[in-house]
C-alpha cells in the first residue's frame, strides 16, 4: 500500500502543473464536448507511458537521446501553432458556452489530445524517465505504477467533468478571450522552454 501511495502522490504532484494538455482538457469539460473521450484518452495514454516507465522504458530513451530532441521541435512547433490558434480565437471573440460551442468534432478533440500528449517531450522525461526510475526505488514497483496510474485517472476526470461548476463563469464571451489568452500563454511559454532548454 506504501508503493501505491507513493505512486499515486507522485503521478498527481508530476501532472497538477497547468500545461498544454491540462488547458485543452478543462477547455472541453467547460464546453460539455467529448469529454469522456478526451479524459479517457489523456488517462489512457498516461497509463500507458507509466507502465513503459515502471517496465523499463526509460532506459531505452537514455540510450536514444535523439527521440527527446524530436520530440522537442515537434512539440514546439505544435504547440506555437496552437498557441497562434488559441490566441486567434481571442481576437475574433464570440465563443460563449450558448453561443460559440463548436469547439469540433470528436475525431480532431481525440487527435488534438493526442497531439498534445505526445508530441510533449516533457512527458517522456516526467512520465517515462522520473517516474520509471523511481519506481525502482520502491518496494513494490507494480503497485506504484498502478498508483501513478490512479492519480492520472483521478486528475483528468475530475478536471474534465469538474470543468461543469465553472461554466456560469464561461457563459459570457469576455471570460473565453481571458482563458484563450491564457492558454496562448502558456503554449508560447511551454514552446519557449522546449525551443531554449
Known sequence: MTSLFSGFAL???LILAIGAQNAFVLRQGLRGQHVLPVVLT???SDAVLIVAG???FGALVEAMPGIVDLFRWGGAAFLTA???RALWSAWCGGNSLEAGAEAGGLRRAVLTCLALTWLNPHVYLDTV???GSISTQAQSPGAFGVGAVLSSFTFFFSLGY?????RPVFAR???WRILDVGIALIMWAIA???IWG
Do not use: D, E, F, I
Not at 469538474?162 to 465553472?166: F, Q, R, V, Y
Open 54 to 56: 515502471v517496465a523499463g
Open 173 to 175: 464571451p469576455m471570460s
Open 82 to 84: 496552437y498557441g497562434a
Open 192 to 194: 519557449a522552454r522546449l
Open 129 to 131: 524517465m522520473l517516474l
Open 42 to 44: 489523456c488517462a489512457l
Open 162 to 166: 469538474g470543468a461543469a461548476l465553472l
Open 11 to 13: 503521478g498527481l504532484s
